[in-house]
């Protein structure tokens, strides 16, 4: 494939020539490609490693466990993010009653609180020492434990506690896939004898299905990488198996193997989603987008309505975050202080750095797809996506094991040498978890960043290029100036992730290092619920940052979205 550039004939008109191919850029991109694909590879190489008397006891005795219970982990999480996510996305988008607004934006609320601090939250509020059991056993009259109450920590409660902050990954990808869908087509099902419901299931669902295995599919993903919340529930899961062999017995062949495995089941499910559509189409048939009709809901229908919007915002936002923020004023004096302010010091620097550095690389990837999109290119770019995919605690080891050979040998050279060592140079260190955040939200920058670029005209390339701007030139003089509200929305999501995230984290920060989130665990673990509020609190707050801009966003991503909508009324 040859790229085409154009330049300024003696005439002074703009005709395309031939230039050279820009190498560099390709370079570029598969090294990122390849540094994204380094801890995928350094976790599937020990496949082939000897197998020790740890992971024979590990398969004799827990291994299965491990995987069963992960299994139904992400089983019930893709049962509950679809009947939650999906009746309320459609309510919200096609339904008219009191609070639809509201419950349009509110509904995304619960991506702000990570699913180990709600855990925490429901915890402290529910266990048996907890206010709730206290009161409803004052209540009763009753003195000993109430039996028929579940524990909340176990499988089920888990799988709910990850359900609630989860279920807005379907939620927002059904309610884009509902406001793109054609007014024609549901007033054809209305014409044929389908009420609002039918037309639904009948017409609207199955048009949606891309959308909905995708939202599933990030669900999953985010079940399968959760560690904080499973750990503390007392849950066994590769994830926390992980962690165990990796930590507690000290065993990286056995804590390597188990990540292959896990990162093999992350696979498969990627696989069976692409599967799953196949060879057919769910494109639209018309190019005409009216205004969505809204079926006016009165009487129960109203009073339903509000009640399945309103239980995952009050259960997933609400009720945790008014519980931290009791928690945390009236134990002011636990957790406010300097330490609270040196974490977020720690959190802010790193979660800001890997923001800049994933941007940056994000901007290089999708300039080099714009500029050179041949196959190999593509590829590429395709490789460095897959960073999401792969679980923190996966993630980790596949950074670990490498760093640490890297670190021996340098020592190793330094003291056959020089007759000294410099210690941990790559493992334990700022490099290894920055590295880690860069390899697991680079993709999260680079969705936005390409988007944003796709909507940059090609003229603006030929003209920077006639006026002798170089490729590199183009893009810092031309497009990242027109991309900067774009590139300031990837860098808030991606420092916001940063400042979440637990498993990666709390295995390769260097010693007496702890971030929000790395304290909000370790207060947790030791059962100092009221003390782990502040910083808790200090996430959620940030949290709310990106939701916000999802929000404003997703209510503009229908053409035509500013025209009046059509009131029906059911029957």
């Known amino acids: 494939m040859v790229s085409i550039d154009t330049a300024a004939d003696a005439t002074g008109r703009l005709s395309p020539t031939k230039m050279r191919r820009p190498r560099l850029w390709t370079i570029v991109t598969w090294a990122i490609a390849l540094a994204v694909a380094f801890p995928i590879l350094a976790v599937f190489s020990s496949i082939f490693a000897a197998r020790g008397d740890i992971w024979r006891h590990l398969a004799e005795t827990v291994l299965s466990s491990y995987v069963a219970n992960s299994l139904l982990l992400v089983g019930g999480v893709g049962i509950g993010v679809l009947l939650m996510g999906v009746p309320a996305a459609w309510m919200v988008t096609l339904c008219r009653f009191p609070g639809r607004k509201v419950f349009d934006w509110a509904l995304l609320l619960p991506m702000a609180m990570p699913a180990y601090v709600i855990a925490y939250t429901y915890t402290g509020l529910l266990d048996y020492a907890g206010p709730a059991q206290s009161a409803l056993r004052d209540f009763l009259g009753m003195e000993g434990g109430l039996r028929w109450i579940p524990d909340i920590r176990s499988l089920p409660g888990a799988v709910v506690m990850l359900v609630l902050v989860l279920y807005p990954y379907v939620y927002l990808l059904a309610r884009a896939a509902f406001l793109e869908q054609s007014a024609c087509v549901l007033e054809v099902s209305r014409t044929l004898g389908c009420s ?237 978890v920055t590295f880690a955040y860069l390899v697991r939200f680079l993709t999260v920058s680079l969705n936005v960043v390409e988007t944003s670029l796709g909507k940059v005209t090609r003229s603006m390339d030929f003209a920077a290029r006639s006026l002798g701007r170089s490729p590199f030139g183009t893009l810092t003089d031309v497009h990242l100036p027109i991309m900067r509200g774009s590139l300031l929305t990837a860098a808030i999501v991606v420092f916001v992730d940063v400042l979440k995230e637990l498993p990666a984290t709390l295995v390769l920060r260097p010693f007496n290092f702890d971030t929000l989130a790395t304290m909000t665990y370790n207060l947790a673990s030791d059962e100092r619920l009221a003390e782990a509020a502040g910083p808790a609190i200090a996430i959620v707050a940030v949290g709310i940052i990106p939701v916000y801009l999802m929000a404003r966003a997703s209510a503009k991503a229908r053409p035509g979205h500013d025209a009046p909508a059509i009131e029906t009324f059911t029957r």
């Open 196 to 432: 609002p419901w039918r037309g639904f299931f009948r017409v609207a669902l199955p048009l949606a299905r891309p959308a909905l295995v995708a939202g599933v599919a990030l669900a999953l993903m985010e079940a399968l990488n959760d560690f904080g919340t499973v750990q503390y529930f007392g849950v066994d899961t590769l994830a926390t198996g992980i962690y165990r062999v990796w930590r507690g017995m000290g065993d990286a062949t056995a804590g390597s193997q188990l990540a292959a495995l896990l990162l093999s089941i992350v696979f498969v499910f990627l696989a069976l989603e692409r599967w799953s559509r196949g060879r057919r189409s769910f494109a639209h048939t018309t190019t005409r987008y009216r205004p969505l009709p809204r079926y006016r809901l009165t009487g129960i229908r109203a009073v339903g309505a509000i009640a399945g919007c309103a239980v995952p915002v009050t259960f997933g936002f609400l009720l945790p975050a008014s519980v931290l923020l009791y928690w945390a004023i009236t134990n002011l004096d636990a957790w406010a202080g300097e330490k609270f302010l040196f974490l977020v010091r720690n959190s802010f620097f790193m979660a800001g750095f890997a923001a800049v550095l994933a941007v940056c690389l994000a901007s290089v990837l999708a300039y080099a797809m714009r500029l050179h999109p041949t196959r190999p290119t593509q590829w590429a770019v395709r490789v460095a996506s897959l960073g999401y995919a792969i679980p923190g605690p996966v993630l980790a080891i596949g950074i670990l094991l490498p760093f640490a050979a890297i670190d021996h040998g340098i020592n190793a050279w330094a003291k056959a040498t020089f007759g000294i060592t410099f210690g941990l140079v790559l493992s334990g260190t700022l490099v290894a």
